[in-house]
């Protein structure tokens, strides 16, 4: 969850009145918010860097403030302060309105069709005659940082560049040069650079050279000029400093851009609704129109409203109340969401607004309306379901066994689910085609590729890592594998395995069988042919030839014990004999 500082006095003169601690966190449990921490920038210093450093920082109290992911329209002091002034009544909620200029006056984003491969999508906006003073200037940029970090995905999906527009003529262009062909001057510095030395440059940057693998191996860079030339930005990495803003500017154009247009129209729209109430028309957008390489053109922002209806009954069961549908109705309007009765009281119709993205199903806006009832208002009820809970029997199977296992003097390991493909094919001597294994598509490390299709290669690895430990090491292990399964609807198919390893200076066959005999006598499964299990002589890749068995019970072969081939053990970095076993347990429920 993002956390959003601000300052205790500053909020509580937006909100008008003064909490205690203790009534403000009340207020953010009611309003679906978790007051995380009471604070100073001093106090924060202090823990991160020590006294010596905190000395001459601000004692300014600071809230810190947990916000759902989803909800953008709460990362700054404005949304904060306009969600729940409206919560509490206070305030209605304030419609958004886009202006848009007469034919030939506002402001236009040429888009080429060189930035398809990097970029392709941009929109942008107008904040016309804003006025701003130090903490809303602050609020304004920490804003922007914030979206980069949520829904913007570290500027992966969309870069937010915010300029003067007095210092700058439309139409702008939005396209793609080589980086030699790009130089200006970077926000903050003192001299012109091209687009490959502003890269070397911030290289080192504690704060911009986590974007610069955004664009760095691209042929093409993203740069946006002026009707003159004048380079407002080479988006997702530096604004130019020819347009950098301050407290001081009157009209800020905003442009963002980046690969998913759905992303961008949001961010854009957060921005502008929660800092148009500073504009001379409080609330009021200047849009600005967008041209696309194919010569389409699309006015920003959208500042979308729409409609959705839900009926009463609906919103009562799931949250478990008996509400009036005007009594939800006006919930719902505490929350930012507009509603009305209609239909004769069958149905609320919810109006929508730009700031809540976050509103995409039905279930979204009964949670709204919970929230807005209150979690603890809801009366406690025993579920109207006549089902006895039981555990699953494989899994009472498995936890009986762990404990008799763990009696008979070996030792419980828990290994990864994922493993590489080598570890199941080739250091146990087989072609990764015969291990019906099910491959992960996009493998961040080759240490986690596929899942396992043997416990056998998390023991021997476990061992591996514990050599130093005493002798012998006795270890076992029950767990899922996955294997392909065409017949099943997900394609694949988790079988319970049970597998023990012995690593000793003499292989420790008997130990192992001895162990094989144990768990068969648990499961009441008599050694004889007929109704019972038996052991025949077999080979295995991963085995020593002559040193290895199958299982067969219940009619089937159950799995393999034996000793362990000298291949296997020295691919998996160990220097002793190692006997191991490994059956299927599903047979036996």
Known sequence: MPTVSVKRD????????????????????????????????????????????????SDTVLYKIDVPANRYDLLCLEGLVRGLQVFKERINLPRYEKIIPAQGEGQRLIITEETVQVRPHAVAAVLRNITFTKERYES??????????????????????THDLDTISGPFTFTAKAPSEIKFKPLNQSQEYTASQIMDLYRTDSHLRHY????????????????????????????????????????????????????????????????????????????????????????????????????????????????????????????????HVIGNGNNIEIEIPPTRADIIHACDIVEDA????????????????????NQLPLNKLTELLRLDVAAAGFTEALTFALCSQEDIADKLGMDISATKAVRIANPKTAEFQVARTTLLPGLLKTIAANRKMPLPLKLFEISDIVVKDPNTDVGARNYRHFCAVYYNKSPGFEIIHGLLDRVMQLLEVPPNEENGYTIKATEGSAFFPGRCAEIFAKGQSIGKLGVLHPDVITKFELTMPCSALEINIEPFM
């Open 10 to 57: 500053l909020l509580f003169q937006a909100l008008g009145r003064t909490y205690t601690d203790e009534e403000f966190n009340e207020l953010c449990f009611e309003f679906g918010l978790e007051l995380d921490e009471v604070t100073s920038e001093k106090d924060i210093i202090s823990k991160e860097k020590g006294e010596e450093k905190a000395k001459g920082a």
């Open 140 to 161: 304004f940029i920490d804003l922007q940082e914030k979206l980069h970090q949520n829904i913007c995905r570290r500027r992966a999906l969309v870069a937010i560049g």
């Open 212 to 339: 610069l693998h955004l664009i760095e191996n691209k042929p093409l860079y993203p740069v946006i000029y002026d009707s003159n030339g004048v380079v407002l930005s080479m988006p997702p990495i530096i604004n130019g400093d020819h347009t950098k803003i301050s407290v001081n500017t009157r009209n800020v154009f905003i442009e963002c851009t980046g690969t998913d247009i759905t992303k961008a129209k949001i961010v854009l729209d957060i921005i502008v609704t929660m800092f148009s109430e500073y504009c001379e028309k409080p609330f009021s957008v200047e849009a600005a129109e967008v041209v696309y390489p194919n010569g389409k053109t699309h006015i920003y922002p959208e500042l979308a409203y729409r409609k959705e209806k839900v009926k009463p009954e609906l919103i009562n069961k799931k949250i478990g109340i008996s509400e009036t549908p005007s009594s939800l109705a006006k919930l719902l309007t505490r929350m930012c969401l507009k509603s």
């Open 370 to 389: 919970a929230i807005a009832y209150g979690y603890n208002n809801i009366q406690m009820t025993i579920p109207k379901t006549y089902t006895i809970a």
